[in-house]
């Protein structure tokens, strides 16, 4: 029996779920299928969009559309799928979207430029807090102990008086083996007694390396903040539980397999021995990049769903001399083989009815501010939008 | 040290000045008469001095009876045995231990069996070193018994019977030299036995031939040479650079310091020929490049030989917590500050393998590295063909070289080297290196199980320490009592405690990240410092060392990008770019 669809789109993240619920609302049946976490799970908390100097959102938007290869380029209103992005993830927990960038505080100490973040995120914006004040980065345990002084160091360039607050929350020898995700975990559960030891220590504002997996506030007579996280991330967590919260409540069928392509062209999914084939009007595609196992180079530079060529730059296989062009250097350099992709035509079509949204679309790079969650939700929504209206033959025809 | 300035903990140097000789030196000495005058006028002189000390350096130039420029294992084992004789030693190093062809072998205290046909005196002294080495750093080596697998070579049976009568030969005349590094002597496996033991192998062999071998971290074995030399009195300057050579020996150090010496000897491995010139002596060697491929895991259980594409040996083989495959032999030309590899010499390594070891092609590389070897010069042979022997050479005037050689007789090298400089210098007591344990190797190291349950590091943390450190580990560890948060894992990946970092820092002469990655292992695993980079940037406190490090891993992994690596790049740069805005380092948001 083949499983039925509108819209089919492959990939769980941020870009195939906003792909998912774009394409819902606009009238059609949609299945999901997902792989396992990708990318978006391992997200800091940040939603970045486009940052370009300290231009404000919207027109360092199109600044990068006119850079090339990006695909905000192939975008129709940009201004207006930017609004709706920034929509979206508002309602999963994200914060801020005003004119300009929030600047936050990274685990390395240095200020990020992002579009939005989660709530508790974004209210650290480093722009919103008063240059007098004196902020506390407080020191659980183990190695987050000693991060704290990098990020106290980092702090003290924007406000002189920020400190290193050591705090009794752990007091076991061998709780300097704490995770972060482990942490928070911790934190749920002692919760008031955190807020206690903060209450007594005297700082303007709280920086915490997390504040649990539950989204409660921490009442401790001073603001209290999260940081970015690097992975293994608990923000990235708590985005992906609720893209997955979302899909469910707009009522996506979602699929747990591996997506591929069947003997007679059409696509199936494959579970264990089970296979699944799959009919759809429309298809979008949202694997990722390298983590999330969308595009993968051996010989060559390919997408593996379809098999379709991929690009990095210009060039379609790495060569057997790593170069200049696709890898600088020095590793904060320009690497074009790291925004490797998919080459997508005006709205953000790979052909008559397949689509591709997020990372597996090449020419951007997430760690260079060329759009990072923001942009999977920038363009998942465009794609989502697409495959909804490119379907519409087939549902009128079944009628 | 010319940003040095008198503070308390140095006070000593206060109370040399005080010092009648250097009294009458100091009166002579306008600059410290004009620091006499300013303690006079009020300021203390302590401050004057601190001021006037770098222009008075000429007036308090250290003499050394000898001065070791290269910090690889032929210079540190050089000044280790030198200090133990009583030689007033200085070892100087413009980057850091092993961070040259030292650190870019295979990492072996291996009896060359390959030399055994042309080379045999190098065969027997590496033999017989690596069983002195055994006995001074015992926590160091590992065991790594080898395959050599027989593959039908398709001129029919005869011959391949007697390719492996010769090759059973030629293993038994190896076996005469096992004894002196306690080598199992060789067994012969039939196609079966030899499946089950390394279920990896192609299928169709001919049977294989064992051989035993060791492995080394060689990182470690030249920062320990180091300590002990230090230990000794010697004085060790890693990231010291030797600028100017003038006969006599005076020596000028970073282009703004100067120290005497009676004897210099050049350890500068690929670079003695440069050194050599500063001295205006000329040195050949035959320098040639050799790639290594580091697998993500430990692939196989032993060290399987391979025959490449042109007959030569490549061989894959278990190191620490990966598989390193190596090697490839070409003269090279070029600078040896500026090693790259390309996809052509990877390609010929994974081909190598591959007939032999099909499944090397599933691993993830993570990374490709070079390195020159200093072979002695000689016209003509085909660079697998060179000796790998060494040679001393006293070119007259007090200056002496080394090059040549093998890691696993670097001791027996030191000890030839030193024998010559004590006799020009007349001094010196009898060689001890090869009694005398190196730090950590006097006692068997701690138990993994009781290291971990005494102080709450994982297992795994525990064991890694304990090879590190051996019977140092205890004390590695100690440094967490008072600091409990330094228990925690700096690097999951090779179970690298903090309190490891800080005993580097402190004891081991380490001075940033990327010479904790020597001493630790830090970055060195599968993740190649996505974890850990950022952490231990935080113990020392600076972005620009984890800069330092993301360029060097950076730099072994740029060649190799391909399937699977390109995720842990992907992930690598999402953390400190797009995560940590180590980019936007320095910005800040209201300008």
């Known amino acids: 029996v083949?499983?039925?669809?509108?819209?089919?789109?492959?990939?769980?993240?941020?870009?195939?779920?906003?792909?998912?619920?774009?394409?819902?609302?606009?009238?059609?049946?949609?299945?999901?299928?997902?792989?396992g976490p990708g990318a978006t799970a391992l997200s800091s908390g940040a939603a970045d969009i486009a940052a370009v100097e300290d231009l404000p959102l919207r027109e360092a938007a199109r600044v990068l559309a006119r850079r090339s290869g990006h695909p905000y380029a192939l975008i129709d209103d940009l201004d207006a799928m930017v609004a709706e992005a920034l929509r979206l993830l508002k309602t999963l927990g994200y914060a801020g979207g005003g004119e300009r960038n929030l600047w936050l505080l990274s685990p390395l100490g240095c200020a990020k430029p992002a579009a939005l973040a989660q709530s508790a995120i974004a209210a650290g914006d480093l722009r919103a807090l008063p240059r007098d004040a004196r902020p506390a980065v407080v020191a659980l345990a183990g190695s987050q102990a000693i991060e704290a002084r990098l990020q106290a160091a980092g702090l003290r360039r924007f406000f002189e008086k920020a400190f290193v607050l050591p705090l009794d929350f752990y007091t076991q020898r061998s709780d300097a083996l704490r995770t972060l995700p482990e942490m928070a975990r911790d934190i749920d559960e002692r919760r008031d007694e955190l807020a206690a030891l903060l209450r007594r220590a005297g700082a303007s504002h709280f920086f915490l390396p997390t504040l649990g997996f539950s989204p409660q506030p921490i009442e401790a007579g001073a603001p209290v903040f999260e940081m970015l996280s690097a992975p293994p991330s608990v923000p990235g967590l708590r985005l992906q539980r609720a893209l997955d919260k979302a899909l469910q409540a707009a009522g996506v069928e979602v699929r747990t397999g591996i997506a591929e392509r069947s003997a007679q062209g059409g696509v199936?999914?494959?579970?264990?021995?089970?296979?699944?084939?799959?009919?759809?009007?429309?298809?979008?595609?949202?694997?990722?990049?390298?983590?999330?196992?969308?595009?993968?180079?051996?010989?060559?530079?390919?997408?593996?769903?379809?098999?379709?060529?991929?690009?990095?730059?210009?060039?379609?296989?790495?060569?057997?001399?790593?170069?200049?062009?696709?890898?600088?250097?020095?590793?904060?350099?320009?690497?074009?083989?790291?925004?490797?992709?998919?080459?997508?035509?005006?709205?953000?079509?790979?052909?008559?009815?397949?689509?591709?949204?997020?990372?597996?679309?090449?020419?951007?790079?997430?760690?260079?501010?060329?759009?990072?969650?923001?942009?999977?939700?920038?363009?998942?929504?465009?794609?989502?939008?697409?495959?909804?209206?490119?379907?519409?033959?087939?549902?009128?025809?079944?009628? | 040290m010319p940003e040095e300035t008198l503070t308390e903990s140095n006070s000593g140097d206060v109370a040399i000045l005080r010092d009648r000789g250097r009294r009458k030196e100091r009166e002579s000495c306008e600059h410290c008469a004009h620091a006499r005058e300013c303690?006079?006028?009020?300021?203390?002189?302590?401050?004057?001095?601190?001021?006037?000390?770098?222009?008075?350096?000429?007036?308090?130039?250290?003499?050394?009876?000898?001065?070791?420029?290269?910090?690889?294992?032929?210079?540190?084992?050089?000044?280790?045995?030198?200090?133990?004789?009583?030689?007033?030693?200085?070892?100087?190093?413009?980057?850091?231990?092993?961070?040259?062809?030292?650190?870019?072998?295979?990492?072996?205290?291996?009896?060359?069996?390959?030399?055994?046909?042309?080379?045999?005196?190098?065969?027997?002294l590496s033999c017989l070193d690596s069983g002195y080495i055994q006995r001074i750093a015992p926590h160091l080596l590992f065991r790594i018994p080898f395959l050599v697998p027989f593959l039908p070579r398709g001129k029919g049976e005869l011959f391949d019977r007697a390719y492996i009568y010769g090759a059973e030969c030629y293993f038994e005349e190896y076996d005469r030299y096992q004894p002196l590094k306690n080598g199992k002597p060789h067994t012969r496996l039939s196609d079966e036995e030899l499946h089950q033991i390394e279920p990896g192998i192609a299928q169709g062999t001919l049977g294989a031939v064992t051989m035993d071998e060791y492995g080394i971290d060689p990182f470690r074995l030249c920062t320990l040479n180091a300590r002990s030399a230090a230990a000794y009195g010697a004085e060790i300057r890693n990231h010291t650079?030797?600028?100017?050579?003038?006969?006599?020996?005076?020596?000028?150090?970073?282009?703004?310091?100067?120290?005497?010496?009676?004897i210099v000897f050049n350890a500068g491995g690929p670079w003695a020929p440069k050194i050599a010139a500063l001295a205006g002596v000329e040195l050949k060697i035959r320098p040639s490049k050799g790639v290594h491929v580091t697998l993500d895991r430990r692939l196989s259980n032993y060290g399987v030989i391979c025959r490449a594409i042109d007959g030569r040996d490549v061989f894959v083989m278990p190191h620490e917590d990966s598989s390193i495959i190596g090697t490839t032999d070409d003269d090279f030309y070029g600078d040896p500050d500026e090693l790259s590899v390309s996809q052509d010499?990877?390609?010929?390594?994974?081909?190598?393998?591959?007939?032999?070891?099909?499944?090397?092609?599933?691993?993830?590389?993570?990374?490709?590295?070079?390195?020159?070897?200093?072979?002695?010069?000689?016209?003509?042979?085909?660079?697998?063909?060179?000796?790998?022997?060494?040679?001393?050479?006293?070119?007259?005037?007090?200056?002496?070289?080394?090059?040549?050689?093998?890691?696993?007789?670097?001791?027996?090298?030191?000890?030839?080297?030193?024998?010559?400089?004590?006799?020009?210098?007349?001094?010196?007591?009898?060689?001890?290196?090869?009694?005398?344990?190196?730090?950590?190797?006097?006692?068997?190291?701690?138990?993994?199980?009781?290291?971990?349950?005494?102080?709450?590091?994982t297992a795994f943390a525990a064991a890694r320490i304990s090879y590190r450190h051996g019977a140092e580990a205890e004390e590695v560890l100690a440094l967490a009592n008072e600091n409990p948060e330094l228990l925690a894992l700096a690097c999951p990946c090779e179970g690298v405690t903090f309190a490891e970092l800080k005993f580097s820092l402190e004891r081991e002469f380490a001075g940033g990240l990327t010479d904790l990655r020597r001493r630790c292992r830090l970055a060195m695993g599968v993740c190649q410092g996505a974890r850990c980079i950022g952490p231990a940037a935080a113990l020392v406190g600076s972005l620009a060392e984890a800069e330092a490090l993301l360029d060097e891993r950076w730099k072994g992994h740029r060649p190799v990008l391909s399937g699977d690596g390109l995720a842990q790049a992907e992930l690598l740069q999402a953390t400190y770019f797009g995560t940590g805005a180590l980019h936007h380092e320095g910005e800040t948001p209201w300008r």
């Open chain 2, 345 to 457: 010499e990877i390609e010929y390594l994974l081909q190598a393998v591959e007939r032999t070891f099909p499944v090397v092609r599933g691993a993830r590389i993570l990374r490709a590295w070079a390195g020159v070897r200093p072979t002695l010069f000689e016209y003509g042979p085909l660079e697998d063909r060179l000796s790998r022997d060494h040679r001393v050479t006293d070119h007259g005037r007090g200056f002496f070289s080394i090059v040549g050689g093998k890691l696993a007789s670097f001791r027996a090298m030191a000890e030839e080297a030193v024998d010559a400089v004590a006799k020009a210098l007349n001094k010196g007591d009898r060689c001890r290196t090869h009694q005398e344990p190196l730090p950590g190797g006097a006692t068997p190291p701690p138990a993994a199980e009781e290291l971990s349950r005494a102080h709450d590091v």
């Open chain 1, 268 to 399: 199936q999914i494959v579970r264990g021995v089970a296979c699944e084939p799959v009919e759809a009007g429309a298809i979008v595609l949202a694997t990722g990049r390298f983590i999330g196992g969308g595009i993968r180079s051996d010989s060559r530079l390919r997408e593996t769903v379809f098999d379709l060529p991929a690009f990095a730059g210009e060039r379609q296989a790495m060569p057997a001399l790593a170069t200049e062009e696709l890898f600088a250097q020095r590793a904060r350099g320009r690497h074009a083989g790291l925004a490797a992709g998919v080459r997508v035509s005006e709205g953000l079509r790979l052909s008559d009815r397949i689509f591709a949204a997020g990372a597996v679309v090449g020419g951007y790079d997430q760690s260079r501010d060329e759009g990072g969650i923001g942009a999977a939700a920038l363009l998942g929504i465009a794609a989502g939008r697409s495959a909804a209206q490119a379907a519409k033959p087939r549902a009128r025809a079944s009628a």
């Open chain 2, 39 to 124: 303690r006079d006028g009020g300021i203390s002189f302590k401050t004057a001095f601190a001021a006037a000390r770098q222009v008075c350096e000429h007036r308090t130039v250290k003499q050394f009876d000898l001065l070791v420029i290269g910090g690889g294992v032929n210079g540190t084992g050089i000044a280790r045995d030198a200090a133990m004789r009583g030689i007033h030693t200085c070892l100087v190093e413009k980057k850091d231990f092993a961070a040259g062809s030292s650190g870019a072998n295979s990492g072996m205290i291996h009896g060359g069996a390959r030399y055994l046909l042309f080379d045999a005196n190098v065969t027997k």
């Open chain 1, 2 to 35: 083949a499983l039925s669809a509108d819209v089919l789109v492959i990939g769980g993240g941020m870009a195939g779920a906003a792909a998912a619920l774009s394409a819902r609302q606009a009238g059609a049946s949609v299945l999901l299928v997902a792989r």
């Open chain 2, 241 to 262: 650079a030797v600028t100017r050579l003038e006969e006599g020996w005076t020596v000028e150090l970073n282009g703004n310091e100067k120290v005497g010496a009676r």
